[in-house]
C-alpha cells in the first residue's frame, strides 16, 4: 500500500524550495562595508564589557532610586490624568474663545467635549494627593516627634481634601450631577 502526498503539499513544497534557491541566488545589499562591520561589531564588545562592570557594581540607571521615582511618578501622572485618551483622540489642550481671539478657553462645559487641560488639571490634583498619601505612610511614621507628626498629618488631610473637592467641584460642573448623596451640597456652588 502506497500513500500518496497531496498536491497541496507538493505545491508548498516546491513553492519553499523556489523562494529559498531564488534568496539564496541574490546577494543582500550590505548598508555597511566589512570593514565597517567588523569595526561596529569590536566596539560593541568592548562596550559589553565596560557595561557588565557597571552592572555588576550596581551602577547603572536601573540602580538609580530616583530615576525609578521619578519614573513611577511619570507612569502614575500619565495614568490618572488621561493622557492616553487625550493622545489617542487627537484632543486640544485648549481652543481659542470664538468672541475674543487674546482669550484660550481650557474646559468646556457639558459632557460632549474635552479638552486636554481638564484632564491634566485632574491627574495634576490626583498625584498630589499620592503624594501626600506616600509621604504619610513612608516618612510620617518615622518622626519621632508626635507634634511634628500631627502637625504634618492634619496638614496632608486639608491638601487632600482640597484637592479631591476641586476634582469633585469640577465633575460637577461638567456634567450637572452630584457624584455622592454623602458630600456637602456647597461643594457644587
Not at 475674543?100 to 468646556?108: K, Q
Not at 498630589?128 to 510620617?140: C, W
Not at 487632600?160 to 456652588?189: C, D, E, M
Request: glycine share 6%.
Amino acid at each position: 500500500m502506497t500513500i500518496s502526498p497531496k498536491p497541496s503539499l507538493i505545491l508548498s513544497l516546491l513553492l519553499t524550495i523556489t523562494i529559498l534557491s531564488s534568496a539564496a541566488a541574490s546577494s543582500p545589499i550590505s548598508v555597511l562595508s566589512k570593514m565597517e562591520i567588523v569595526f561596529v561589531t569590536g566596539v560593541f564588545l568592548i562596550w559589553i564589557s565596560f557595561m557588565i562592570k557597571r552592572i555588576i557594581a550596581g551602577e547603572t540607571i536601573f540602580h538609580n532610586k530616583k530615576m525609578w521615582i521619578c519614573g513611577t511618578l511619570f507612569v502614575y501622572f500619565f495614568s490618572v490624568s488621561g493622557s492616553m485618551f487625550i493622545l489617542i483622540r487627537r484632543i486640544p489642550l485648549f481652543v481659542v474663545d470664538r468672541n475674543d481671539a487674546n482669550n484660550p478657553v481650557f474646559f468646556f462645559k457639558g459632557h460632549g467635549m474635552q479638552f486636554g487641560a481638564e484632564g491634566i488639571c485632574a491627574g495634576f490634583l490626583f498625584t498630589i494627593v499620592g503624594l501626600l498619601i506616600s509621604l504619610v505612610t513612608r516618612i510620617v511614621v518615622r518622626m519621632k516627634d508626635s507634634m511634628m507628626q500631627r502637625l504634618t498629618m492634619v496638614s496632608v488631610m486639608i491638601v487632600s481634601f482640597w484637592a479631591v473637592k476641586q476634582v469633585v467641584r469640577l465633575n460637577h460642573w461638567k456634567t450637572g450631577y452630584a457624584i455622592h448623596a454623602y458630600l456637602p451640597s456647597n461643594w457644587y456652588k
